[in-house]
């Protein structure tokens, strides 16, 4: 394990101590949950060995066959040279003695050993790839569940991309990579420790030299594992707006611009610009690995000729027979390819340990359980939705997007909120949907503090369409009722959803009706207009029957102003008795609320139904007048 942030981490420690301790004085302080989850990894403290240790147990519940037989093709592979060498030289002392028997066995058992590695080669091959599918996917599903799972807040949080990005990045192939190399390395461990136990018998120096021998590469290797590391974790920023750069030269609903405003050649060259900063680097360092690589290569290389020809020295002196000069010489050439085999997996190994520890740093964020960040305010007895001196600033912004907001939805009431862009709307109905809590004030809904709901109790109470509504590439279907528990629907039910966002007549003009895949990312998706959408989008709020507060942002702001007209009758009739909040520039709509806020710099500047904000004369009057004209 290698928590990246653990769970005493001073963040969770000050919300966790203090927060008592303030609202014991009625100070709410400023911390969000989205605070303490925010560092991004450090750069990963846990150890190779723990590491190593969590990918095996991960792999065994991935694949225990898998991991098995890659274990397996180790020991096969990693015992088979030691035996061939051995049998080498029967031959050759055999063939010099003329001993006819001892021949044949040994080429009829070296035969057998290659036929083994043989077998070991596939069997790992297989198994890699194997693990490399399965092991990705529970890893892929575990940074998608911790990625469900973290608070809202976390994805307005460069930091926290850069985090999933990076984990991301690493799912797919690094842990089969750090095991492919472990059992790599331990098989080639095992062939030098064959090898140099076969030259003990010769010469222990001869022995010791070929273990020496691994050491300067060793070192340089693992050095600059470290630094392309480090360098890589540093430019996740760089990498992420590079594959940013490509998506928008890439999507589908970026095209158009991309060619209308000729932005393509920008984009390229932005694209480029963070290119070449990545390449020099990279360059730089690969250039001084070369170098220092080779320096290694050559020490490595001085020792074993120096091992060589002692040994052929010996031999020309008579001291050894033939057998043993060709039991040196496969010893020699097998420890050769056993040394390169065993830095190679090493480096490997260490490279991919550092890596995973931004995996695995990310699957150890903690997610702090949802609970307010202050005992939640005493009950009172009423129902509807109240803002009590609300106040909310972003994270990491320097103004508040709301300040000082009181406002009541007695239940079956409509409210609207109009005001300029910025003014704090859609803030107003992200606080109602829990995405964020007040960091003033208080939300009542049932006289309940908003924090002391239950999250999915609150969900369930609420229908929301976006402006930025979600556009599923997924069948009809699917858009209006995209949740597994919603799949029992009934078509009825889909269809009756469909009908009050007014889009019936859309479904009705699809070849597969609820079936048709909508979009054009995969074959044989159709795409609806901007308005077509967004009724959908409505429809997937009105499926929601159970659900008594409507939170509407801009919702018509694509539909056209007569089936705009129709929907909001219908929209009137269908929430009859449920509480709704609607967002619209459009006056036309405003109009039918029992009581609209203006908004006005995140502050509510008047209230009112139509007709009294109208006789009041002030800016929701200007500008009812303003749109009014434009519609002479
Ligand atoms: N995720 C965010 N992080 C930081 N600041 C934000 C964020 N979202 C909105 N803001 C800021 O909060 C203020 C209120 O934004 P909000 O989206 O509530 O305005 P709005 O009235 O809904 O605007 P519009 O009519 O353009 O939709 C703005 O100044 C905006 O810059």
Redesign the pocket.
């Known amino acids: 394990m290698s928590p990246t942030l653990p769970r005493t981490a001073p963040g969770i420690v000050a919300v966790e101590v203090l927060c008592p301790i303030l609202a014991a004085r009625g100070v709410r302080p400023r911390v969000l949950d989205f605070e303490v989850l925010a560092p991004v990894p450090e750069p990963p403290t846990s150890s190779l060995r723990s590491r190593l240790s969590r990918t095996i147990a991960l792999a065994w519940r991935a694949s225990p066959f898998a991991l098995a037989s890659m274990v397996l093709a180790a020991l096969l592979a990693g015992a088979a040279p030691t035996g061939m060498a051995w049998y080498a030289r029967r031959v050759l002392d055999g063939v010099a003695r003329g001993e006819r028997q001892v021949v044949l066995v040994g080429i009829v058992a070296e035969a057998v050993l290659l036929f083994l590695t043989y077998v070991a080669g596939g069997l790992n091959q297989f198994a890699t790839a194997r693990l490399r599918l399965t092991l990705g996917f529970l890893l892929q599903r575990a940074i998608l569940e911790k990625a469900i799972a973290v608070p809202y807040a976390c994805f307005?949080d460069a930091g926290f991309y850069d985090a999933l990005t990076r984990a991301r990045r690493e799912a797919v192939g690094r842990p089969v990579a750090l095991l492919a190399g472990f059992f790599a390395m331990v098989q080639a461990f095992a062939v030098l420790a064959g090898s140099a136990a076969l030259l003990f018998r010769f010469s222990p120096l001869c022995a010791l030299a070929i273990l020496l021998a691994a050491l300067p590469s060793f070192f340089t290797e693992t050095r600059f594992a470290t630094a392309i590391f480090r360098l890589q974790n540093r430019r996740a920023t760089e990498a992420r707006e590079q594959a940013y750069l490509e998506q928008v030269l890439t999507r589908d609903d970026h095209a158009k611009e991309v060619r209308l405003f000729g932005t393509g050649p920008t984009f390229l060259e932005r694209a480029r610009r963070v290119f070449s900063l990545v390449f020099e680097e990279d360059q730089a360092l690969a250039r001084r690995r070369l170098l220092v690589g080779l320096g290694a290569d050559l020490v490595a290389l001085a020792l074993f000729y120096a091992v060589y020809v002692s040994v052929a020295v010996r031999a020309l002196a008579g001291a050894l027979t033939v057998g043993d000069l060709g039991l040196a010489l496969v010893t020699f050439k097998q420890g050769d390819g056993a040394l390169k085999q065993a830095l190679g997996g090493l480096r490997g190994l260490y490279m991919d340990q550092q890596y995973l520890g931004n995996l695995y740093g990310f699957l150890d964020l903690p997610v702090p359980p949802k609970r307010p960040l202050l005992p939640a305010a005493r009950a009172r007895d009423e129902r509807g939705l109240r803002f009590e001196n609300v106040g909310f600033t972003?994270p990491g912004?320097k103004r508040p997007?709301l300040l000082g907001v009181d406002l009541f939805l007695a239940p079956g009431k409509k409210l609207a909120l109009v005001?300029e862009?910025?003014?704090?709307?859609?803030?107003i109905l992200k606080l109602v949907a829990g995405l964020y809590e007040p960091t003033e004030g208080r939300i009542f809904l049932d006289g309940r503090d908003l924090a002391a709901w239950d999250p999915e109790a609150l969900r369930a109470r609420l229908a929301v369409v976006f402006?930025d509504f979600v556009r599923y590439q997924l069948p009809v279907r699917d858009n209006v009722a995209p949740r597994a528990a919603e799949d029992a629907v009934p078509d009825e039910g889909i269809r009756r959803a469909l009908a009050r966002s007014e889009a019936g007549p859309i479904v009705k003009k699809l070849a597969q009706g609820l079936d048709q895949r909508l979009g054009k990312w995969f074959p044989g998706g159709v795409e609806l207009s901007g308005g077509e959408w967004q009724k959908l989008a409505l429809a997937r709020a009105f499926l929601r029957e159970q659900a008594d507060l409507l939170l509407f942002d801009e919702p018509t702001a694509a539909i056209d102003p007569a089936a705009e007209a129709a929907l909001f009758a219908r929209v009137r009739s269908e929430t009859e008795g449920r509480m709704a909040i609607l967002?619209s520039h459009r006056f036309s709509t405003v109009r039918l609320a029992d009581e609209i806020l203006v908004?006005d710099g995140?502050r509510v500047a008047e209230r009112g139904d139509h007709d009294a904000l109208l006789g009041a004369e002030g800016r929701y009057a200007a500008l009812f007048r303003l749109q009014a004209a434009g519609y002479r």
């Not at 862009?421 to 803030?427: I, V």
């Open positions: 307005e972003y912004a997007a005001g862009n910025g003014s704090g709307k859609s803030t402006q967002v908004m995140g």
